[in-house]
């Protein structure tokens, strides 16, 4: 199950590997997306620590690890088509997958009806 962050980042915890994206909202809010710099794999991520930048056409903007641990993938995929943000934001257009120190710190964040309700009170 995906949790969301108020920062506009998704998250879905598969044993102990987290995969890390930004949300469909946030890549619409950026336009279109020109470039993505990710993390080397094994730098060590505190909870709401800037892990990547998103550089798009009208802005760059910082995307924030949700909880601690170490990178273990950048999505490569992304080096050659950062556009695969905007055509697939949940899901292929992943940021990173990390290795989580507290797999119980995502039961903090948002599921996706609270994530939609926060959308609202923002829009």
Do not use: C
């Not at 992304?78 to 899901?91: F, M, Q, T």
Request: no cysteine; charged share 30%; hydrophobic share 50%.
């Amino acid at each position: 199950m995906k949790r969301f962050t108020k920062d506009h980042e998704w998250v879905e915890l598969d044993g102990d590997i987290l995969t890390v994206g930004i949300t469909d909202h946030a890549q619409d809010a950026l336009g279109d997306i020109t470039f993505v710099e990710l993390p080397e794999a094994g730098r060590a991520l505190s909870a709401g620590e800037a892990f990547a930048v998103v550089e798009s056409v009208k802005a760059a903007s910082d995307v924030y690890a949700p909880v601690a641990g170490e990178v273990a993938e950048a999505n490569a995929a992304l080096d050659e088509k950062p556009e695969l943000v905007n055509e697939s934001a949940e899901s292929d257009g992943w940021f990173i997958k990390l290795k989580v120190e507290d797999a119980a710190a995502i039961e903090a964040l948002m599921d996706r009806a609270a994530y939609d309700a926060f959308l609202k009170t923002i829009e």
